[in-house]
């Protein structure tokens, strides 16, 4: 069955939704679950989707464009037209591998700010789709990482927090602008 969300992989000149940056309350708040998916949620991806191919990115999740609901789009192939991208509705991850991974990591919401952040490896994860059907998916690699990346703006939380070169941090964050301040490191 083809996705009802399906949008064109091009960037536009005026994506439909803005996408917030660090410093901004929003990204900082919980995100709701969502108890009905409908045309309303299905016309959210859309835009979203657009959004994140018009920002070249690979995962953006709703807190980013100031919508506090439990949704993310990710799509880890942006350049191939036959890769569907993934919808996740209320995701949870239900197990993670014990291997660790120490990749680099950006974000649409910190442009041009790219660290070094470890993650479990792999991981399996339960969401709704955008038809509200329940899933689960394993996942591993570059896709587990989009996913615990976006998963982690659902408890307002953001890649910065979890980078642990502590110098690194502060000189990327202060080359592009960005305060110090606005990242809150976690354990």
């Known amino acids: 069955m083809t996705s009802e ?13 803005e996408i917030h940056t660090l410093g901004d309350r929003v990204l900082r708040q919980p995100a709701k679950r969502i108890s009905k998916v409908d045309a309303e949620i299905r016309q959210l991806v859309r835009e979203m989707l657009q959004t994140m191919y018009s920002a070249e990115g690979i995962g953006l999740a709703a807190p980013q464009v100031a919508v506090n609901k439990q949704l993310i789009v990710i799509d880890c192939e942006p350049d191939n037209p036959a890769n569907q991208p993934l919808v996740l509705i209320n995701p949870t991850i239900k197990a993670a591998s014990r291997e660790i991974c120490v990749a680099q990591e950006g974000c649409l919401s910190i442009p041009k700010v790219y660290l070094d952040v470890k993650r479990p490896e792999a991981i399996e994860v339960t969401f709704k789709d955008e038809y509200g059907r329940p899933r689960t998916i394993s996942a591993n690699g570059l896709l587990a990482r989009a996913i615990q990346h976006e998963m982690d703006h659902l408890n307002g939380v953001l890649f910065v927090d979890r980078v642990e070169n502590g110098l690194a941090l502060n000189q990327e964050l202060k080359k592009y602008g960005f305060s110090t301040q606005a990242v809150k490191p976690i354990g």
């Open 5 to 17: 969300v399906l949008v064109e992989k091009k960037k536009l000149d005026k994506p439909p939704l």
